[in-house]
């Protein structure tokens, strides 16, 4: 009888309870374990296990709801998605990169989490760029409490859903960790960051990785974190810690982050051997605490099951496995066709007609002439009113971020006073600063964005977008073609760009567009002059592709790039270059800076030398406007390419090379490009100029090139 009592329970949890967690702990293990043998046979390309994490990863998914929470994984959490519901032939199906494969659709390897319907966010190879996103995500959620009216737009609102966070002991030493923990504790948001500590990351030991080898140590001082530590290996205990961070999150309390003591018993992946680094005792005292052995031991010794009864279900589980392994094995692979899909929405084109409606209100302009900056600063005013769900942050944009003194001051707005007014009209909540961490603006945008908000982010200046650049590239850029549609993240990018300043010097005049103009699913626009930075501006707000705004510094508040007001709704689309002059002889297909220095070198070379040149404003990069280019080309058969970035490698050389490429019979001279010296952009006026193209420059372009 003592038994049969015994076997009803274990510290709160029921027989079938018990069971279930051994069955999903198994479950992850045979999986590993086929997904080895596959890779053997060469049927799979890729493999790495979640072995000796199964314990504490079946224990959040206990304590945490699927399609409720929200979930940023990482590789080892292969127990974790099957608790929430993954089946294994999902995770097969992703093993054989079948296009049926729900986590990425073939186009990423294994163990790359991503599920729609469980809300496990698409997660990528680079390690550690899933906290900021977290982070944004329970951020998204946290600005619906404080605004109304952006509720129903935020996926998934429900007012006390989770952020579920996880990372290996080795990504701690990220700095975007600890930009995350930062924001997190300083805005209390529900993020549970769990860290499944194994030992090693590949072959380098904790302590190698962290300072005392023990990361809940150096967290212990962040304002309202909570955290706990674990025994990884121990699915009860490990349930208990998770539930009491989950409730202390789910409470609004603040974040939490677990500290799970786990093991590795096999290698990182089965491209590494860690025999090469660990002794054979070491990996005999780690098999000893086999999360898997030890609970079906304990559910035999407890009186849950009988050793035969345990066999069974390791023999029906061995049989669903190789059922699923067969029928992964035998669904087909992504179409060669779809390669191209879902780079850019499928369902939103800023190329399309319904985005330019240039001709009919770029005539109907009303008002004082105003520069640049104030008509960008009227486009955010007007977008924001259209749409509650637009957020905008970075260094610098709000006004004055101690409300209580927005009435005593001026407001900052931004260095360049782009974003005055914002925050005076739209509040705290939707305007406010960031702290001084580009990473951190873009990665907390992508988790907004992934719920449905509209980012539109500063970054200060473009020579410091660098520390961004992972999160654009890997991230923002990638997140829709990498799910196969299933996500997306529609953020606004909006950095000022380029040199001319007399004083800017090296850390305040570069350039460096065609860094970004390379990137598949990234949007670059570049206008010239403030009617255009209106339309296009609008344009990438309405846009559901994150989009690169890119705007000239030197360009903000010259009186000939100015203009009046365009009603509210104007657009300019994407991709659509405009002839800013005509002519015969040859043509200048520019941007940004270069336009204006075209247009006067252009009317120098006509009335001191009767040459007729055409100059194109590109005004978009990524999409560019080939047509434009092909026609401008075959009307003079010269070109000139002109662009204030670098001339190695600068965006010139793509433009140069299609035309060689696709109408070489219509030219009648090489194309000519004029660019900035191979350097870097100097303080002392005399060498700024001589480093940048100035008019000088593109005269002795047209001279040299009208006489070939």
Not at 349 to 354: G, K, N, Q, S
């Amino acid at each position: 009888m003592a038994t049969e009592v015994k076997a009803r329970e274990h510290r709160g949890l029921g027989r079938d309870e018990m069971v279930g967690i051994y069955r999903t702990m198994y479950l992850s293990r045979r999986i590993d374990d086929k997904e080895i043998q596959l890779k053997g046979q060469n049927k799979i390309f890729f493999q790495i296990s979640g072995a000796g994490h199964e314990a504490v990863l079946t224990a959040a998914g206990i304590a945490m709801r699927p399609g409720y929470d929200w979930f940023y994984p990482y590789y080892r959490d292969r127990a974790l998605c099957l608790q929430l519901g993954m089946t294994p032939l999902e995770q097969l199906l992703s093993a054989v990169g079948a296009a049926a494969d729900p986590n990425s659709h073939g186009r990423q390897m294994p163990s790359h989490w991503g599920h729609k319907k469980l809300n496990i966010v698409s997660q990528s190879s680079p390690t550690g760029t899933q906290f900021l996103q977290a982070v944004g995500c329970a951020e998204a959620s946290y600005r619906a409490t404080l605004i109304e009216e952006i509720r129903d737009k935020v996926v998934g609102f429900r007012g006390d859903e989770v952020v579920y966070c996880s990372t290996g002991d080795g990504t701690t030493s990220q700095g975007e960790f600890w930009e995350a923990l930062n924001t997190a504790s300083n805005l209390k948001l529900p993020v549970l960051f769990l860290v499944e500590d194994n030992g090693y990351a590949i072959s380098v030991p904790v302590e190698v990785q962290t300072a005392g080898g023990d990361v809940s140590k150096l967290v212990s001082g962040f304002p309202d974190l909570y955290v706990q530590k674990c025994d990884g290996t121990d699915p009860v205990e490990s349930l208990e810690t998770l539930r009491r961070a989950v409730e202390y999150c789910r409470a609004r309390k603040g974040p939490a982050l677990v500290h799970a003591k786990v093991i590795r018993p096999y290698s990182h992946s089965l491209s590494d051997d860690e025999k090469l680094y660990r002794p054979d005792e070491e990996r005999t005292s780690d098999a000893e605490r086999d999360p898997v052995k030890r609970f079906g031991a304990l559910l035999v010794e407890e009186g849950f099951v009988t050793q035969q009864e345990l066999q069974g279900l390791k023999d029906e589980v061995d049989r669903e496995v190789n059922e699923a392994a067969d029928a992964a094995l035998a669904s087909p692979q992504p179409e060669p066709e779809t390669a191209t899909q879902f780079v850019y929405s499928p369902d939103v084109d800023p190329t399309a007609a319904e985005f330019d409606n240039e001709a009919e209100l770029g005539g109907r302009l009303s008002g004082n002439a105003g520069t640049m900056v104030d008509l960008i600063n009227r486009c955010m005013h007007e977008e924001m009113a259209r749409d509650p769900s637009i957020v905008v942050f970075g260094e610098d944009v709000a006004d004055c971020s101690r409300e209580e003194n927005l009435e005593k001051v001026k407001g900052k707005g931004g260095v360049f006073k782009v974003t005055a007014n914002l925050q005076r009209k739209f509040g705290g909540a939707r305007v406010f600063n960031s702290p001084l961490a580009e990473a951190n603006i873009v990665g907390r945008a992508v988790g907004m964005a992934t719920r449905g908000l509209k980012p539109v982010v500063e970054i200060q200046f473009f020579d410091y977008i660098w520390p961004a650049y992972h999160q654009i590239r890997n991230e923002l850029a990638l997140m829709r073609w990498r799910s196969g549609g299933d996500w997306k993240c529609p953020v606004v990018i909006r950095v000022p760009i380029g040199g001319y300043l007399k004083g800017g010097a090296v850390y305040h005049s570069q350039s460096g567009e065609t860094i970004f103009t390379h990137v598949p699913g990234l949007r670059v626009v570049y206008p010239s002059n403030a009617l255009d930075a209106n339309g296009l501006l609008r344009t990438a707000i309405r846009s559901d592709d994150p989009v690169l705004f890119l705007e000239h510094k030197h360009l903000y508040r010259q009186a000939y790039n100015k203009s009046q007001y365009p009603p509210d709704g104007f657009l300019i689309p994407f991709g659509k270059a405009k002839t800013v002059r005509e002519g015969a002889d040859l043509s200048i297909v520019t941007y940004g800076a270069l336009v204006q220095r075209s247009l006067v070198a252009a009317k120098q070379a006509e009335q001191q030398q009767g040459i007729s040149v055409e100059v194109v404003d590109l005004r978009t990069l990524a999409p560019y406007d080939w047509e434009a280019i092909a026609r401008t080309v075959r009307k003079t058969n010269k070109v000139i390419v002109a662009h204030e970035d670098t001339r190695a490698h600068g965006f010139g050389a793509e433009v140069a090379a299609r035309i060689a490429d696709e109408l070489f019979e219509h030219l009648d001279a090489p194309v000519r490009r004029v660019a900035a010296l191979d350097t870097f952009v100097a303080y002392a006026p005399r060498l700024e100029d001589h480093i940048l193209p100035q008019v000088d420059d593109v005269s002795r372009a047209i001279t040299e090139l009208y006489a070939y």
